[in-house]
């Protein structure tokens, strides 16, 4: 996985065809999905995704996420996510293009008109080059591999971070530090702890548990339900 990206809109049925349809782009990872178009704007600045689909309301007075949203985001949002709006006429597409949208796809939405959507999104977005992360402890520095990472755990105001050899490294900062700062693919599943997507295989929900590396087994909590649900999706895929 290489792209994160959420989706925006009330319809089970539209946001069932766009998973759908993202199944053959497997370097995607559905971060969210939001049905609260009141908190859309505030859900994008906490999961920071990369790429934001929504469909254009066809009604003035919808209370949904519009293009207008959009360009509020670029009065105050730190990183602007690339936005591709879905409508129903190209009637749509000004108004959307003016607001800063950088793509419309035309409904119904197909395979096609959705690949071409990612390829130019891709041009415009190198993925992440940040494979490493330093940790501090005094005068010692430890450079640590992302994808080696498997899960951390908070231990007080200091984070154990657990390695896929099953080395243990304490680093002087909080489990919300790392939250803040890791990549899209470490999510946090409990107060203390967030795991690295790529280690999860399998999600217990009626004993809250969540399978890690094949042989450990660490709580979540209904509060990080949504990070459980993407989880899920990719786990699916």
Known sequence: MRFSFIIIDENDDTIKEILGLFESFPNYFCAGIIKDNQNAINQIIKLKPQLVLFSIPTKTYEKTFTSKNVSELFQYAEAIPYFIALGKSESNAFEAIQSGVSDLILEPISLSAIGKSLFKFEKRTPPNAINSICIKSYSDYQFVALQDIVYLKADNNTTDIILH?????????????????????????????????????????????????????????????ENIDAIVRKINI
């Open 165 to 225: 050899n099953g080395k243990i490294i304490n680093a002087y900062k909080t489990l919300k530090h790392f939250e803040n700062t890791l990549p899209f693919y470490f999510l946090r599943i409990h107060k203390s702890y967030i795991v690295n997507i790529h280690y999860v295989f399998r999600i217990h929900f009626s004993k809250s548990k969540c399978y890690i590396n094949y042989n450990e087994i660490l709580p979540f909590s209904i509060n990080y339900r």
